[in-house]
């Protein structure tokens, strides 16, 4: 298990980030989304929990086979995915992510969004108080992100919001910039396979990092897109663009509900301490089956011709002509 704290600031409001964090997943979902891999959403409705009130259930399905590695994508199905369940009670949400054809292997993160800059050291104190954890500050402004990812007008060195005048942020902004929020991430990675952890471990825990430090910039760089929506406006444009998204992968499930009643009581739901696994196929994968058309490995001619007995076999030495005729092959 490799557990890691990151620290997320942004030039926004806990309030006007509970608008801007619904729009920059929907968006950021679609626009990752292409021929056949992406974000799949299987369920979005409300949800009551005893303890941390109402809320917002969703599960979807991350298709990403070519995104992994080399050596991940040797050892794992053609169609692979791995199974996103969150429950958001914003400002407090539970993201749990978890593979069926991995059994070994999920990621936990519990996020808390609080209005200043970094600065609270104990906000997790109920939930990590005794394990060791690094602790990650992500700088939206002057941390790198891959070349594939960047874009100028979503570089929040360039960009300033015409709604609300902030942006161009510079080195050692979050020092002294107003207003200034945090999201604090506390997250948990496992993948207890014996020679394959810490590798796989570090590895998850990069592409975290770097899916942090890309949606954290989308969310402030889209601000004036975001800025005047409602709940309810929000909310539409969730559904709209989830149901866009599936179409965009090739999934064409019926439309993707938002309804405002939750369809078990609260006493009957309740975020699991981790969530069950998916089911991917009942068929092997594609890496396990025997090709159908394999050709025949041809370890010895077709046919044998042996020498006729009537006549004498001629011996291929050095200086002695041989004739044309075929020899017994020789024999292993």
């Not at 369920?43 to 990403?64: A, C, I, M, S, W």
């Not at 990092?209 to 889209?222: S, V």
């Not at 090709?291 to 077709?302: C, F, G, H, I, N």
């Amino acid at each position: 298990m490799l557990l890691k704290e990151y620290r997320i600031c942004m030039p926004l409001t806990v309030a006007e980030y509970k608008i801007g964090q619904l729009y920059m997943i929907s968006k950021h979902s679609h626009e990752q989304s292409d021929r056949g891999e992406g974000v799949e959403v299987v369920q979005n409705e409300p949800f009551e929990d005893p303890h941390h009130g109402n809320g917002q259930f969703t599960e979807k399905r991350v298709y990403l086979n070519s995104k992994l590695p080399s050596w991940a994508r040797a050892v794992v199905p053609k169609i692979f995915y791995v199974t996103e369940k969150a429950w958001n009670y914003y400002p407090y949400t539970i993201t749990e992510y978890t593979c069926s054809f991995l059994p070994k292997f999920s990621i936990h993160i519990e996020t808390k969004y609080e209005d200043n800059k970094g600065s609270n050291n104990s906000i997790f104190d109920s939930e990590a108080k005794d394990l060791e954890r690094e602790v990650c500050f992500i700088d939206i402004a002057c941390d790198e992100i891959p070349e594939r990812y960047y874009k100028e007008s979503e570089d929040p060195k360039h960009f300033k919001s015409e709604k609300t005048g902030r942006g161009q942020l510079r080195e050692g902004w979050r020092d002294s910039h107003q207003p200034i929020m945090c999201s604090y991430k506390l997250v948990t990675v496992k993948f207890e396979v014996w020679g394959l952890q810490t590798r796989v471990e570090q590895f998850v825990h990069k592409v975290v990092r770097d899916i942090l430090l890309i949606g954290h910039r989308q969310a402030f760089a889209w601000v004036d897109e975001w800025y005047d929506m409602t709940m309810d406006e929000v909310r539409e444009f969730e559904r709209a663009t989830q149901e866009a998204t599936n179409k965009k992968i090739g999934v064409f499930p019926p439309a993707v509900s938002i309804s405002s009643i939750p369809l078990l009581p609260s006493s009957v739901r309740s975020a699991p301490s981790s969530a069950p696994s998916t089911p991917l196929s009942t068929d092997a994968p594609e890496f396990l089956s025997v090709p159908k058309d394999r050709p025949r490995k041809k370890s010895a001619p077709e046919t044998l011709t042996l020498p006729d007995p009537e006549k004498k076999a001629t011996l291929n030495l050095p200086g002695i002509h041989s004739s044309d005729k075929p020899c017994r092959p020789k024999s292993e």
